[in-house]
């Protein structure tokens, strides 16, 4: 279940990265969308570390601007990373978690949302299965819609909200 096994998929071209230094070697960095993983993100990958750094930092700051939650993990020797806007903290507010997944005590961050269960309480270690696993990293994810949406403002340079 790790998200490095996940499958990937090329953003569609209205996503695509807007132009930067050309210099920079960025324009070559490669952005897909996870399929088949119960949260729904993106896969960075580039032809070198720095041609990476400058499309992952320009994405982070465009998140914490727009106030959109994720997490962020460097995998494979630092030759992918993964991009995980979330919504779970927002879902919680709004009561849209179910108690019995509130009650497993786990808030979902960045090992969890790679594939990497923590479990605090014996009887969930004991009963938790892979469906189990999935319904809560479910919880965390955007919908389709926001994703794509979130792709477009992230990498396609839209203003978006403020």
Same mark, same amino acid.
């Given at each position: 279940?790790?998200?490095?096994? /996940?499958?990937? %998929?090329?953003?569609?071209? @209205? *996503? ?11 324009? %070559?960095?490669?952005? %897909? ?7 729904? @993100? ?9 041609? *990476? ?5 320009? /994405?982070?700051?465009? *998140? ?13 020797? @630092? ?6 806007? &979330?919504?779970? /903290? ?24 790679? @594939? ?15 469906? =189990? ?5 479910? /919880?965390? =994810? ?15 340079? &839209? &203003?978006?909200?403020?």
């Amino acid at each position: 279940m790790p998200c490095e096994r /996940a499958p990937t %998929s090329p953003l569609s071209p @209205g *996503m695509l990265p807007k132009r930067r230094r050309p210099d920079s070697g960025a324009d %070559s960095v490669r952005i %897909s969308k996870l399929c088949d993983y119960p949260v729904r @993100g993106w896969a960075v990958e580039g032809p070198s570390l720095a041609a *990476m750094a400058q499309v992952v930092g320009e /994405a982070a700051l465009v *998140m914490q601007k727009h106030n959109m939650p994720h997490n962020v993990l460097i995998a494979d020797c @630092g030759s992918r990373v993964f991009i995980f806007p &979330q919504c779970y /903290a927002e879902k919680q507010a709004r009561g849209e978690v179910p108690e019995h997944l509130l009650d497993i005590g786990v808030n979902p961050a960045v090992w969890e949302i790679s @594939g990497h269960m923590v479990l605090k309480r014996r009887e969930d270690y004991e009963n938790f299965t892979e469906a =189990s696993a999935w319904e809560l990293l479910a /919880a965390v =994810s955007l919908t389709e819609q926001e994703l794509d949406d979130a792709a477009r403002l992230v990498f396609g340079g &839209q &203003q978006g909200p403020s």
